[in-house]
């Protein structure tokens, strides 16, 4: 079967609508562990996976992983400056107010992946480092180290590099943002 590519702009008052939605589960969030919304991100996960939603979702749902992922990492450890702007976007999921309702066929999880989309771009600085990282860890893994202290030190080293990526990244964009009007989820 051929594929059909469709493709939609959100407009300002779309996105108005999902600052708003995002504002929301940020208050909702309010006094919620860690772990209560990691579970309820991994928890919206294994529910797309299991309602086998389409492959635009799951896509989405691969990204929300990584996130997940990122987060859980002991060997990547988020700054303590960047920890809690992940977490807030993951409480979202703590209960996602659906525009669409989930048992939709085809179409329940579109307003999900599109809050992933907008999370994943605004933390698309700390993903590409986090995949570069995990990456590097991979191809170290599978070098021969004279001791585990020795993999540890080059993946300390690996992060320490990353981060300045990152900042260095984050910080254009905040001085585009300035003179351009940006998009910020929140």
């Known amino acids: 079967m051929a594929e059909l590519r469709?493709?939609?702009?959100?407009?300002d008052r779309d996105l108005k609508h999902f600052r708003q939605v995002m504002r929301q589960a940020i208050a909702a969030a309010r006094g919620r562990s860690e772990e209560e919304?990691?579970?309820?991100?991994?928890?919206?996960?294994?529910?797309?996976?299991?309602?086998?939603?389409?492959?635009y979702v799951l896509e989405r749902i691969e990204m929300l992983?990584?996130?997940?992922?990122?987060?859980?990492?002991?060997?990547?450890?988020?700054?303590g400056s960047v920890r809690p702007r992940v977490l807030t976007a993951l409480?979202?999921?703590?209960?996602?107010?659906?525009?669409?309702?989930?048992?939709i066929p085809g179409f329940g999880f579109l307003d999900d992946a599109i809050m992933i989309e907008l999370i994943a771009n605004e933390l698309r600085h700390e993903l590409s480092g986090y995949r570069d990282f995990c990456r590097f860890r991979e191809r170290e893994?599978?070098?021969?180290?004279?001791?585990?202290?020795?993999?540890?030190?080059r993946l300390v080293a690996k992060r320490k590099q990353l981060r300045g990526r990152i900042q260095g990244?984050?910080?254009r964009v905040q001085d585009r943002a300035k003179s351009e009007r940006r998009f910020r989820l929140w």
Do not use: N
């Open 65 to 79: 992983e990584t996130i997940i992922s990122m987060v859980k990492d002991k060997d990547w450890v988020l700054p």
């Open 169 to 171: 990244r984050q910080a």
């Open 6 to 11: 469709v493709t939609f702009a959100l407009s």
């Open 37 to 55: 919304i990691l579970q309820a991100a991994l928890a919206k996960t294994r529910e797309v996976r299991a309602a086998e939603a389409p492959a």
């Open 141 to 153: 893994r599978q070098r021969r180290h004279p001791s585990s202290r020795a993999l540890e030190v």
């Open 91 to 103: 409480a979202y999921f703590l209960d996602p107010v659906d525009l669409i309702p989930d048992h």
